[in-house]
């Protein structure tokens, strides 16, 4: 087994140059990561957490996604603070929604735990929409946050969704959920509104294209090893390449444009 050791962890993030008090959005997979020299499986969320603040200071903001899926599967209710964030988003992302000056966001589906700084300001939005004015993706965008991929690729970046609902695209839809969200058993909304795509679609999605476009562009910075591989990109040129794309071609994000069928209804 191959071992990444802390100096090259450290290397790789500098390297990315993050600017100090910067806000970031972060994806990461501790598989991709790998096991760091020295240090326990278990601690390498906090070493990597910690290795950001190092890069971006005490005035930077961290954020992860943090959804909780049962809401919109099982019809449970959303408790902001006791909700669990799912699994599939990974250690640091837990790690992160379980630290004590951690806040979480309103929307449950999409939901941003943020830390640092601005960590209040970016998920304190009133509206239980998942990307909509004054959602925390929205307020991520304008800050231009600069999005972090440490041990995975572009695959995972919800912020295309982002993109995607900003341009309208037609294969997604806003679905209207009636479960309440919760915040120290006070009702802080009744209802929330996530954009899903059309079940009857069957879409396949093909981010890695644009991620190829975006290094052609030299928007996207990656450092790697044969260990280890780190990618960042600014929000708003990401959004801005995102958009360009999509008016040459409305199904760019996707392998294949999608076959639609009359008479047939969302279904989430």
Known sequence: MKFNTLSEIKRSLKQLKLKKGSSCLLHSSINGIGPIKGINIKKIPEVIVDLIFKEIGDNGTLSVMTPYYDYGLKNKKFDIKN?????ELGAISSYIYNK???FRSLNPLFAISSIGKKAKHITSGKTPTAFGFDSAWDKLFKL???ILFLGCDMSVCTF??????RFGVPYLYNKHFNNKI??????LSSYS???LRYSYLYLNYDVLKFQK????????????NKKFKAMSID??????SGIENLKKNLFFFLKNSPKYKRKLTPIA
């Open 213 to 224: 476009i975006l290094i052609r562009k030299k928007l996207l910075k990656i450092i790697s």
């Open 83 to 87: 909700s669990p964030s799912a699994r």
């Open 182 to 187: 919760v915040f120290n058993k006070k009702i």
């Open 235 to 240: 929000m708003k040129p990401c959004f801005d």
């Open 193 to 195: 509104t996530s954009t």
């Open 100 to 102: 004590k000056n951690s």
């Open 160 to 165: 295309v969704r982002y993109i995607e609902f």
């Open 144 to 146: 231009n946050s600069k």
